[in-house]
């Protein structure tokens, strides 16, 4: 039986690409979390030492062993995945 995924997305308040991530998101009725780095600078630290980046939309799918994030930017990257993981 396989455990169900997490999506986790890392976002910031007027970022149009963030946008695009979640409504791809939605209209595949998939749940996620958002994390708001908006006046978050500790954030954009943790994305920093897990990615090596500082920018958002980073998008997380998972589960609570082990994660997989979509750093590049463009919802292509993220259709890949998504099919990817069977989403």
Partial sequence: MSQQKNIIVWAK???????????????????????????HDGYRDILQQKYGVRYVPIVEIGTAKAYRAVTALGTVHLLQVLHEEGL
């Fill in 13 to 39: 308040d007027g970022c149009s690409y963030c946008q695009e991530v979640q409504e791809v998101l939605r209209n595949k009725k998939l749940n996620f979390q958002i994390v708001n780095v908006t006046n």
